[in-house]
T-cell receptor, first 122, second 112 residues
Framework: GAVVSQHPSWVICKSGTSVKIECRSL??????MFWYRQFPKQSLMLMAT?????????EQGVEKDKFLINHASLTLSTLTVTSAHPEDSSFYIC??????????????????FGAGTRLSVL | EDQVTQSPEALRLQEGESSSLNCSYT??????LFWYRQDPGKGPEFLFT???AGEEKEKERLKATLTKKESFLHITAPKPEDSATYLC?????????????FGKGTKLSVKP
């Protein structure tokens, strides 16, 4: 399967600082990348959809000024948690969509996930 | 509203004891069903995608099947290394971004 690299895997920061998380598709180009948040023992919650060269689309309740997303190339999307506070502590996971149209059948449309970033805000 | 429900929430098996995980969904149209495996502290790992009722896919001890209302992930003779949370998701590729709607997962524990 395709490889998605997410960095850093773990970060501790002081309250009020900003943290940037990178998501890279290593062996395919991804027009669309997604950012999720996962709470303990819960499933993935979509935060935003990131499209290369355009503004991200945020899910209801997600503050776009708090979670800045940049998708400047077909292989890189970044999520910046601005002025982080303890309530932002969570597990953040990105995914990159491998999409190929196929004649006569459904398109290949698979999201490959990064390993996640554990953010702890003190 | 599209919805994905997985059962059971947790499943404990002895090594070699085969079983099945269920994923039922209510969507306006079948747009692809996905199975992922997630280990603690890691991102989900892609396993299978199914697009039409009657479709089946296999990978080692895992076999995924799909009907019009649900999907099953069959685990044959599981080993301790199969212990993980298995996530089911429905994809929306019809002219949109391809968002995934996830179920809450089934946590599988296989004891030696």
């Amino acid at each position: 399967g395709a490889v998605v690299s997410q960095h850093p895997s773990w970060v501790i920061c002081k309250s009020g600082t900003s943290v940037k998380i990178e998501c890279r598709s290593l062996d395919f180009q991804a027009t669309t990348m997604f950012w999720y948040r996962q709470f303990p023992k819960q499933s993935l919650m979509l935060m935003a959809t990131s499209n290369e060269g355009s503004k991200a689309t945020y899910e209801q309740g997600v503050e776009k000024d708090k979670f800045l997303i940049n998708h400047a190339s077909l292989t890189l999307s970044t999520l910046t948690v601005t002025s982080a506070h303890p309530e932002d502590s969570s597990f953040y996971i990105c995914s990159a969509r491998d999409f190929i149209s196929r004649a006569g059948g459904p398109p290949k449309n698979i999201q490959y996930f990064g390993a996640g970033t554990r953010l702890s805000v003190l | 509203e599209d919805q994905v429900t997985q059962s059971p929430e947790a499943l404990r098996l002895q090594e070699g004891e085969s079983s099945s995980l269920n994923c039922s969904y209510t969507v306006s149209g079948l747009r692809g069903l996905f199975w992922y495996r997630q280990d603690p502290g890691k991102g989900p790992e892609f396993l299978f995608t199914l697009y039409s009722a009657g479709e089946e896919k296999e990978k080692e001890r895992l076999k995924a099947t799909l009907t019009k209302k649900e999907s099953f992930l069959h685990i044959t003779a599981p080993k301790p290394e199969d212990s993980a949370t298995y996530l089911c998701a429905v994809g929306d590729y019809g002219g949109s971004q391809g968002n995934l709607i996830f179920g809450k997962g089934t946590k599988l524990s296989v004891k030696p």
